[in-house]
């Protein structure tokens, strides 16, 4: 085999691969798809809850009618940018510290991310260590923010979004600290 059909010969391989790379890719999203949706179905429909419903359950406790415990389960940056007052503030992924922090299994949970992904696996695992009483959030902090709901931030205290976007393009001369 000469030079140039070797060559050729790599390309057509490599060409090849990157399709069967694309196919293994897809049939993992479409596992994950599919992971996702039984995962949503061991949350009892009657404990997924609107913005509105976590809107009026927030209400009640700060005015002290409810001790119901709301939690935010996006990343400690993202809870940074904003979150309901008073909420608290544990990374999905740590799941397994919460019955340490609230061991009764009856105390009612409210549970909040970005979308409501996260929450969905998070809120899943809650009632397999024996939780009873968790609400999962649809439209997540994305859903609160475009209602005008408030949010506050350690930075600037109240703050409200009047326009909601999932990825805000900028225009920097230069930026620090990434």
Excluded at 10 to 15: E, R, T, V
Excluded at 32 to 60: C, G
Excluded at 65 to 80: G, L, Q, V, Y
Excluded at 94 to 113: G, N, Q, R
Aim: net charge neutral; proline share 2%; charged share 30%.
């Amino acid at each position: 085999m000469n030079k140039k059909q070797s060559n050729l010969c790599c390309a057509a391989l490599a060409f090849s691969l990157s399709f069967s790379g694309f196919a293994f890719a897809s049939a993992l999203q479409d596992g994950e798809k599919a992971v996702f949706e039984e995962v949503k179905k061991s949350i009892p429909q009657d404990k997924v809850k609107s913005v509105d419903d976590l809107h009026a359950k927030w209400k009640e406790v700060q005015e002290g009618k409810s001790k119901a415990i709301i939690i935010d389960i996006r990343t400690e940056s993202e809870f940074d940018a904003g979150h309901i007052q008073d909420s608290n503030n544990l990374d999905s992924g740590h799941a397994y510290t919460l019955p340490k922090k609230v061991e009764d299994a009856d105390s009612e949970i409210w549970v909040i991310c970005r979308s409501k992904n996260r929450a969905t696996y998070f809120v899943s695992l809650l009632y397999k260590y024996g939780y009873k009483n968790v609400f999962l959030i649809e439209d997540g902090i994305e859903g609160w923010a475009k209602k005008g709901y408030p949010l506050v931030n350690k930075y600037m205290g109240k703050i409200e979004v009047k326009e909601y976007e999932k990825e805000l393009k900028e225009k920097f001369q230069f930026r620090e600290n990434k």
